[in-house]
């Protein structure tokens, strides 16, 4: 730099005041500009800032600070709200399922009811009307002892259910030690399930639910079983 003004001096040139120059000019926040935006937003809330860009023609980089200008000096005019905007339909809620099953297929499906929670008492609660339906379909296993899996999450470890277990006399298979909370045969169930889910769209937990069923019906038992040895 100190050379080129070296040589702009050793030329001949005796001041230091910039040379005037063509395009745009240096400031164009002007009071002008701005109340013109101003009329231009009461008249439609809705314009792009594009279109106020091209209606004024000023840069975009410098009409930003323009709107920000004109947003910092009517910020809570007239007390009027934004327009407001069309909500999107949502879909069906989650829905909360617990599935037993064994190397045939499906015995009890358990479907949460909105607004509820599992607890122990509703997992031991649940338990029971599993055992009703594993000894009406499943009836060789009546005089059998059974073999229960299930992962460790908190309300399927604590003292209800485990006694509502000892109560029912199955035996419970240990968790693989420092093994995720899912259960390893959970890992060829569920995620096809979720493949199947993938894409569709659900107005109610009614449709979510046959939609389900509709899964695990058409499986073949030799899936449940290859899953099960998996």
Known sequence: MVKKWFTEFRCGRTSTSGAERSGRPKEVITPEI????????LDD???????????????????????LLWNNRNSGFRGERGPKKAKQSLSANKVMATVFWDARGVVHIDYLEKGKT?????YSKLLDRFDVDLKQKRPHLAKKKVLFHQDNA?????????????????????????????APCDYYLFPNLKKWLGGKRFESNEEVITETNAYFESLEKTYYLEGIKN
């Open 34 to 41: 701005v109340d013109k935006i101003h009329e231009m937003i």
């Open 45 to 67: 809330r809705r314009i792009k800032v594009r279109e106020l860009a091209h209606a004024i023609a000023v840069i975009r980089t410098n009409f930003c600070a323009v709107l």
């Open 118 to 122: 599992i607890t122990g008492e509703y």
């Open 154 to 182: 908190r309300v399927q470890t604590c003292l209800v259910k485990m006694a509502k277990i000892h109560e029912l006399r199955y035996e419970l298979l240990p968790h693989p030690a420092y093994s995720p909370d899912l």
